[in-house]
């Protein structure tokens, strides 16, 4: 049968290969990618500390000379298997201050399940074909970032599978396989 020529699928409108070793890959070849940088509460710090780390996150963002995107998605969270070994711990508890202090937390741990708390991350990508020049930027970006005081790694399948969803599926995770067109 002949195909449509109207027909449009997330095929046509997401330009996604493949996403393998924390990459995106392009039906261009070109690859995104990046850095995932994991949040600190500066605001704690005295003035003087916030005021060097904000001028040190200047200068990393002065130095990158290439297009990037900075991103923020959230990640639901998940405690479960948390909630389970303090349900164990309390059962497992003779004493009734700590009965009272592990039911307290168990509390605390049910409100966040039932109030669909999240963790908010954060994403530094870039796209680029070369191979080299990748690894060379995801090198330079990890330096940078750790000599602004901040710890950040290259983005995994997983993160990026994230902010996928975040995007194209308003954050709402899909666990189904591919979805093909039906042609008549």
């Known amino acids: 049968m002949a195909k449509k020529k109207n027909q449009y699928t997330n095929d046509n409108f997401v330009?996604?290969?493949n996403i393998a070793n924390g990459e995106i890959?392009?039906?261009?070849?070109?690859?995104?990618t990046g850095i995932k940088i994991l949040p600190r509460n500066i605001f704690i710090l005295d003035y003087g500390s916030q005021a060097a780390t904000i001028d040190q996150l200047k200068n990393v963002y002065n130095m990158i000379d290439y297009e990037f995107w900075i991103i923020v998605a959230d990640r639901p969270v998940d405690i479960n298997i948390h909630l389970?070994?303090?349900q164990l711990l309390f059962q497992e508890t003779?004493?009734?201050?700590?009965?009272?202090?592990?039911m307290e937390d168990i509390n605390k741990g049910n409100m966040f399940t039932n109030n669909n708390i999240v963790d908010t991350e954060y994403?530094?990508?870039?796209k680029e074909k070369k191979q080299d020049v990748i690894q060379?930027?995801?090198?330079?970006?990890?330096?940078?970032?750790?000599?602004?005081?901040?710890?950040?790694?290259?983005?995994t399948n997983e993160d990026l599978r994230i902010i996928l969803d975040n995007f194209l599926n308003g954050?709402?995770?899909?666990?189904?396989g591919t979805v093909m067109p039906i042609e008549y």
Not at 25 to 32: G, H, P
Not at 94 to 102: E, H, N, V, Y
Not at 137 to 155: K, N
């Open 94 to 102: 003779q004493s009734p201050i700590r009965r009272k202090i592990i």
């Open 15 to 17: 330009p996604i290969k």
């Open 123 to 126: 994403y530094l990508l870039f």
């Open 84 to 86: 389970s070994q303090l």
């Open 171 to 176: 954050g709402t995770t899909t666990n189904f």
């Open 136 to 155: 060379k930027r995801i090198r330079t970006l990890i330096t940078q970032f750790s000599s602004a005081g901040l710890s950040s790694h290259q983005v």
């Open 25 to 32: 890959i392009l039906d261009s070849n070109e690859k995104v």
